[in-house]
């Protein structure tokens, strides 16, 4: 029981990582097309 809600955690610590990630990545590509416009 404990080692899985230790995997748990890791994994949504991942996935949160991986979420602010892509999110930044969007970002910087939205600021690129409007500033290319």
Known sequence: ?????????KISIRFKKL??????ILMC???LLSSAL
Do not use: G, V, Y
């Open 1 to 9: 029981m404990r080692t899985d809600t230790i995997k748990l955690a």
């Open 19 to 24: 979420a602010m990630l892509s999110r930044a």
């Open 29 to 31: 590509k939205h600021n």
